[in-house]
């Protein structure tokens, strides 16, 4: 039972560029989330799912993309990355949206 | 503007002694209050969890307390140890978990 896998671990990015974060999960769990930790901010909520092709905007959601074609993955796309997008960001998975499993985070650094 | 705030920043406690964070939120529409630990490297980590239609829940040394009324809610940790030493979010919401910026906490042996 792994539970929530995040890849890649660590990326460097050039402005512009884009990527995609990779979460997979194997709790069977209906709710997914990403969030971003910056330091003296907490986490920030991105993008939620509330299932297999529901999506919803979260606090900061400009300059990101997701989709939810299974229950399994919830993959975020970052479209053109710029600097103020270097964080580290954590994939969740919840079962009823309550305690949220996180993953171990992908520590992005763009330059 | 942040939805959870979450006080204090940072807080020493000696071994043995009471650790207190207090949260406070805005939206009256939230229904759940968990509490996450957080290592170094680590993602962070359920510990306790609380609902508005009850305002204490203990597990082990760990308590929240919640005022609805107030809008707030705190923990305490009791007989701190140095492996509590961790950053600590509050969180609160419904389907969607919005954090307060967290309290990094060191316990002193």
């Known amino acids: 039972n792994a539970g929530v896998t995040q890849t890649p671990k660590f990326q460097v990015l050039k402005t512009g560029q884009s990527m995609t974060l990779q979460c997979a999960q194997d709790?069977?769990?209906?709710?997914m989330s990403w969030y971003r930790q910056d330091p003296g901010m907490g986490l920030r909520l991105i993008h939620y799912s509330v299932g297999a092709g529901i999506t919803d905007q979260g606090e900061v959601p400009n300059g990101y993309n997701v989709s939810r074609s299974t229950t399994e993955d919830f993959p975020l796309r970052l479209l053109s990355a710029a600097p103020s997008q270097t964080s580290v960001y954590f994939c969740?998975?919840?079962?009823?949206?309550?305690?949220?499993?996180f993953g171990s985070g992908t520590r992005l650094t763009v330059v | 503007q942040q939805q959870v705030k979450q006080s204090p920043q940072s807080l020493i406690v000696q071994k043995g002694g009471i650790s207190i964070i207090n949260c406070a939120y805005e939206?009256?529409?939230?229904?759940?209050f968990p509490w996450y630990q957080q290592f170094p490297g680590k993602g962070p980590a359920l510990l306790i969890a609380?609902?508005?239609?009850?305002s204490e829940k203990k597990e082990g040394r760990f308590t929240i307390s919640f005022n609805k009324s107030a809008k707030q809610f705190s923990l305490h940790i009791m007989d701190s140890q140095p492996g509590d030493s961790a950053t600590y979010f509050c969180?609160?919401?419904?389907?969607?978990?919005?954090f307060g910026a967290g309290t990094r906490l060191t316990v002193k042996p």
């Open positions: 609380i609902r508005p239609d009850v």
């Open positions: 709790m069977n769990h209906e709710y």
């Open positions: 969180a609160a919401g419904n389907n969607d978990m919005r």
């Open positions: 969740a998975s919840s079962y009823e949206g309550l305690g949220y499993t």
């Open positions: 939206n009256t529409a939230f229904d759940y």
